[in-house]
């Protein structure tokens, strides 16, 4: 009987994706699956990672990002340092813009489908119930 793996939470994910952003070099999917050892103390399978797009999006990013990078630039270290802090964020950039994009896409599928079945916009921004825990009846 095999080992139950570990389920991964929303910040498992975004460090997962932090790493990717910073990603230098050739990139697989069992060498992220190992790098996320020292990330996330645990190493996922490349199935978990994959069925998250968020993740699956990233490493796609990252791998294109690999085909186009100028190879052996000659620096000084701390601007090489600085190069490396700006390429990593601008890759966060681009992929924070993907993510938003698909987000945008999300969310006129739900005005849409908001408008469709008469929903009102005050009924849209009403807030959330307040849960009292406290509460044993």
């Known amino acids: 009987m095999g080992k139950k793996s570990r389920h991964l939470t929303d910040n498992d994910i975004e460090r997962i994706i932090e790493l990717l952003d910073g990603w230098d070099g050739s990139l697989t999917w069992e060498a992220l699956c190992e790098a996320c ?4 103390g645990f190493k996922p399978t490349r199935q978990t990672l994959h069925k998250f797009s ?4 990233a490493y796609k990013l990252a791998k294109e990002r690999h085909k186009n990078d100028v190879k052996d630039l000659k620096i000084p270290t701390t601007l090489a ?3 490396q802090r700006i ?4 890759r966060e950039v ?3 813009e993907r ?3 698909a987000l945008l896409e ?3 599928v739900w005005q849409y ?17 307040q849960i009292d825990r406290q509460q044993t009846d």
């Not at 390429?87 to 601008?90: E, H, I, P």
């Open 37 to 40: 050892v020292g990330a996330i």
């Open 54 to 57: 968020r993740v699956a999006g």
């Open 113 to 129: 489908n908001a408008y469709k079945h008469g929903i009102s916009r005050e009924n849209l921004n009403k807030g959330l119930l």
């Open 106 to 108: 999300q969310f006129v």
């Open 87 to 90: 390429a990593r964020l601008t």
């Open 94 to 96: 681009e992929r924070l």
């Open 99 to 101: 993510e938003n994009a």
């Open 81 to 83: 340092v600085a190069a």
